[in-house]
């Protein structure tokens, strides 16, 4: 089975804060990302890695940073957390996209409170 | 712009009262349309991948189908435990892998 495993179910953090969201994948994927979710806006894209030390923007990067230096390991870094970028966090992986689509496949989701 | 739009927002029905949920889809080239299930605090469950218009895949009570413009998923019967959201995604034309989601479909099966 696939395996995506984010570190922290659950973090309360102040205001100001740095935060690290860690996730490791064990299925050698190629692709990484990370998502929020919030009700009423659905899944959107942070940003996402297509190769170690890669990294592209998605649709709501501003505010958050990530890190790919291994190929298993992707973090979502909150350089200055504000009240605003309370969520649950999503990491995924997939294999690269080629003809036909890919699966990617999530975590279990890091709830984050900023306080 | 590509846009994914699943409807109802929300359903509830009976035990044994089967139902689809809709997933529209605005985007050229589709490399894949892909349906997720997700319980209440936890990350999305893979379910489905379809591919071209006339694809149909199955898993217990779930059917989902694939049109140029829609998707359908299916309950046949459904049963308390299918009680969840249902997002749909669909895969643009990019070698990215990237996805983009609808609002999700949220199910609620009443014994």
Same mark, same amino acid.
């Given at each position: 089975?696939?395996?995506?495993?984010?570190?922290?179910? #659950?973090?309360?953090?102040?205001?100001?804060?740095?935060?690290?969201?860690?996730?490791?994948?064990?299925?050698?994927?190629?692709?990484?990302?990370? #998502?929020?979710?919030?009700?009423?806006?659905?899944?959107?894209?942070?940003?996402?890695? /297509?190769?170690?030390?890669?990294?592209?923007?998605?649709?709501?990067?501003?505010?958050?940073?990530?890190?790919?230096?291994?190929?298993?390991?992707?973090?979502?870094?909150?350089?200055?957390?504000?009240?605003?970028?309370?969520?649950? /966090?999503?990491?995924?992986?997939?294999?690269?996209?080629?003809?036909?689509?890919?699966?990617? /496949?999530?975590?279990?989701?890091?709830?984050?409170?900023?306080? | 712009?590509?846009?994914?739009?699943?409807?109802?927002?929300?359903?509830?029905?009976?035990?044994?009262?089967?139902?689809?949920?809709?997933?529209?889809?605005?985007?050229?080239?589709?490399?894949?349309?892909?349906?997720?299930?997700?319980?209440?605090?936890?990350?999305?469950? $893979?379910? $489905?991948?379809?591919?071209?218009?006339?694809?149909?895949?199955?898993?217990?009570?779930?059917?989902?189908?694939?049109? *140029?413009?829609?998707? $359908?998923?299916?309950?046949?019967?459904?049963?308390?435990?299918?009680?969840?959201?249902?997002?749909?995604?669909?895969?643009?034309?990019?070698?990215?892998? *990237?996805?983009? $989601?609808?609002?999700?479909?949220?199910?609620?099966? *009443?014994?």
């Amino acid at each position: 089975d696939v395996k995506v495993t984010q570190s922290s179910r #659950y973090l309360v953090k102040r205001t100001g804060e740095k935060v690290f969201l860690e996730c490791v994948q064990d299925m050698d994927h190629e692709n990484m990302f990370w #998502y929020r979710q919030d009700p009423g806006l659905g899944l959107r894209l942070i940003y996402f890695s /297509y190769d170690v030390k890669m990294k592209e923007k998605g649709d709501i990067p501003e505010g958050y940073s990530v890190s790919r230096e291994k190929k298993e390991r992707f973090s979502l870094i909150l350089e200055s957390a504000s009240t605003n970028q309370t969520s649950m /966090y999503l990491c995924a992986s997939s294999e690269p996209g080629g003809f036909s689509g890919n699966t990617i /496949y999530f975590g279990e989701g890091s709830w984050l409170t900023v306080v | 712009e590509d846009q994914v739009t699943q409807s109802p927002e929300a359903l509830r029905l009976q035990e044994g009262e089967s139902s689809s949920l809709n997933c529209s889809y605005t985007v050229s080239g589709l490399r894949g349309l892909f349906w997720y299930r997700q319980d209440p605090g936890k990350g999305p469950e $893979f379910l $489905f991948t379809l591919y071209s218009a006339g694809e149909e895949k199955e898993k217990e009570r779930l059917k989902a189908t694939l049109t *140029k413009k829609e998707s $359908f998923l299916h309950i046949t019967a459904p049963k308390p435990e299918d009680s969840a959201t249902y997002l749909c995604a669909v895969q643009p034309p990019s070698n990215t892998g *990237k996805l983009i $989601f609808g609002q999700g479909t949220t199910l609620q099966v *009443k014994p």
